[in-house]
């Protein structure tokens, strides 16, 4: 056990951490985060600062023992420099959202839908997925096991679409497939051949758009991809 106390301009808050070594995915350790969004915060303390009724947030949470040590120290870090105003203070909690997600994206925990790897567009700011290259008809497989969301036509771009849903609020996208293999609703892993490549909807030519979402926010899916 270990001793953290956290300043804040009205409180002060004084927490016993157990550091774990083990590196689980921050998200999965129970079903409300650790690391709040703004509004849950708002939600469940109506009274005070919004750095007060996260540090009572924090220090209700039951699961808050298990917190690794980086993780911990970005949350104090980061709700110790929260300025006064309620618009800097907006913009401070989004900041400890973005630090769960690196924690996840350290995992790697997810492969490469295609077997050769060919990178043919990055994830930028106006592309919010990874274009992998290949043949017409390429096998696509899931990145990790999940349940199938979604599987079939989407008229804003993405051709022949298969969205699967894992654990941890990560959704993957799978785009332009030229065919479809699975069903909504049904059960896939690492093996499942979900469907291959095309060039369907939106698309300059035959490859894979590939997308990884967390909590509705689409991630960089390079930083979360094991080779
Ligand atoms: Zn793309």
Redesign the pocket.
């Known amino acids: 056990m270990r001793k953290i106390r956290i300043e804040l301009p009205k409180y002060r808050l004084q927490l016993d951490v157990k550091l774990v070594k083990r590196r689980k995915p921050l998200l999965a350790l129970s079903e409300e985060p650790i690391i709040p969004k703004p509004s849950v915060v708002r939600k469940k303390y109506r009274k005070g600062t919004f750095a007060g009724r996260l540090a009572r947030y924090l220090a209700d949470h039951r699961n808050i023992g298990k917190v690794f040590a980086v993780s911990f120290v970005a949350i104090s870090t980061s709700a110790a420099f929260i300025p006064q105003t309620t618009n800097v203070q907006a913009q401070g909690a989004e900041n400890v959202v973005i630090e769960s997600q690196t924690n996840l994206m350290t995992e790697k925990s997810m492969i490469y839908p295609v077997a050769k790897i060919k990178i043919n ?1 990055d994830y930028y700011i106006f ?1 919010k ?3 992998l290259g290949g043949g017409l008809g390429t096998s696509i497989r899931p990145i990790m096991s999940g349940v199938v969301a979604y599987a079939g036509w989407d008229r804003s771009g993405y051709g022949n679409l298969v969205i699967l849903e894992h654990k941890s609020g990560i959704d993957s996208y799978y ?1 332009h497939l030229s065919k479809i293999n699975v069903k909504t609703g049904q059960s896939v892993d690492t093996n499942t051949e979900i469907g291959k490549m095309g060039a369907t909807g939106r698309a300059s030519g035959v ?1 894979l ?1 590939l997308e990884v979402h967390q909590n509705g926010v689409s991630l960089n899916p390079l930083t979360v991809l094991s080779k």
């Open positions: 567009q592309h997925g990874l274009d785009a490859h758009h």
